[in-house]
């Protein structure tokens, strides 16, 4: 073989093997091509959130740079803050009754649309088609169906006398209805890819040792659907804990702080009352918050996937 043969037959990237410190890699690119993306999250997602954290120990009005170090008062006012406390456990009650009722009316809306029906690719878009909707505008149509007249909305139609956003008894309930219609179907779509990984063989050996539709589902489908389980339940928490939209497009927390939550409380501390810093603060424990109670979930589920 000539020079000139083993030249143009040699690979176009052996001349550039040493390029940016290191071996090249036509697979792996540089990390010069990552920069401007890491750049831009530095700016739009670490600075923030650093910045948020050093605003917590201030006393931050929200305007101007005029700010003084408070230490930890802002969260010791947190703790003496009845409205903010209140909101906690409004949030836990609405979080706990999201996660259960979104989650097992989405196992039964896979389990349905799953079954060979002709219409189930019409039935799986019509309930997911609720969660492509604006949450603001979900809440505006809930409004309206919760008209209290008791002609209109789900008053008339159930013939009911009930107050659904103004009686403080009911208001959080309906909001945790208003988001399960909106989510339930995200739910289903995630535990319906889950069902479509169960092998059938598995389903007819079991039919074979004579086991029923619920010892099916008991033994084989719901072990397998432990990867889905555990989606579903995080983001069905972490969505429940960081409630805003709904609540502050159909009540603003009310009655009164009925339905008031972490995230509505945050809001108004920074954008009605200009205390950025105490804001900040209840930020703060809210992100460590969800960012424990989902480290215990990842735990607890992963666990249950390998014991599965």
Known sequence: ?????????????????????????????????AAPALVVYALVV??????????????????GQD???????????????????GSIGNTLLLTVAIVVV???????????????????????????SPVVVSPVMVAFLWKYIYNPDPSAGLNGLLGLRVDWLGDP???LWSIAGMVVWQYAGYSMVIFLAGLEGVPRELHEAAM???????????????????????????????????????????????????TE???????????????????TAIALVLALFVAAVSLVQVYYLRGREVSA
């Open 1 to 33: 073989m000539t020079l000139l043969t083993a030249r143009r037959t040699r690979p176009a990237h052996a001349g550039r093997r040493r390029r940016f410190g290191g071996r090249f890699n036509p697979e792996t690119p540089p990390w010069l091509f």
């Open 46 to 63: 670490l600075y923030p959130a650093v910045s948020g954290v050093v605003y917590a120990f201030t006393d931050w009005s929200g305007i």
């Open 67 to 85: 700010m003084s170090f408070v230490g930890l008062a802002n969260f010791r006012t947190l703790l003496a803050d009845e409205q903010a406390m």
């Open 102 to 128: 979104q989650n097992g009316v989405g196992l039964l809306l896979a389990l349905g649309v799953h079954a060979r029906l002709k219409s189930r690719a019409l039935l799986r878009v019509v309930f997911f």
């Open 169 to 171: 008894s009911v208001a």
């Open 208 to 258: 074979i040792d004579g086991a029923g539709t619920f010892q099916r589902f008991r033994y084989v489908t719901w072990p397998l659907l432990a990867p889905a389980v555990t989606i579903n339940l995080m983001l069905s928490t972490i969505g429940g804990l960081k409630l805003f939209d709904q609540v502050f497009a159909a009540t603003n927390g009310g009655p009164g702080y009925a």
């Open 261 to 279: 939550t972490l995230s509505t409380v945050l809001y108004k501390q920074a954008f009605v009352f200009g205390k950025f810093g105490y804001s």
